[in-house]
Nanobody
């Protein structure tokens, strides 16, 4: 079991910046990668960004490239999502996910074994 706790969501105006955090408790498990997904009402869960746990390789969804940055702090078992130039269409619940598998499908929600409870991000116009 891997426990994930997100924080940092909130209400901001368009153009603002916000940073989300996800703290992982691995309980002895070896995490392969972690990611951020988001889900707006009535829509499917959308890939935002992923990062390898033992590498520095990062991956981004097309809608956030150049605006969002994913990073990690291994000593604290925490990943971050720095979001800038936020738009109303970024409004969603943001979920943190972790996978133990060596998978190439990091942009697919089904590749992730564990999820946090989600944190709401609302961007007003």
């Amino acid at each position: 079991q891997v426990d994930l706790v997100e924080s940092g969501g909130g209400l901001v105006q368009a153009g603002a910046s916000l940073t989300l955090s996800c703290a992982a408790t691995s309980n002895g498990n070896s995490i392969y990668a972690m990611a951020w997904f988001r889900q707006a009402p009535g829509k499917e869960r959308e890939f935002v960004a992923a990062i390898g746990w033992t590498t520095t390789r990062t991956y981004y969804g097309n809608s956030v490239k150049g605006r969002f940055t994913i990073s990690k702090e291994n000593a604290k078992n925490t990943i971050f999502l720095q979001m800038s130039s936020l738009r109303p269409e970024d409004t969603a619940v943001y979920f943190c996910g972790a996978t133990l598998a060596n998978t190439v499908w990091l942009e697919r929600a089904y590749a992730y074994d564990y999820w946090g409870q989600g944190t709401q991000v609302t961007v007003s116009s």
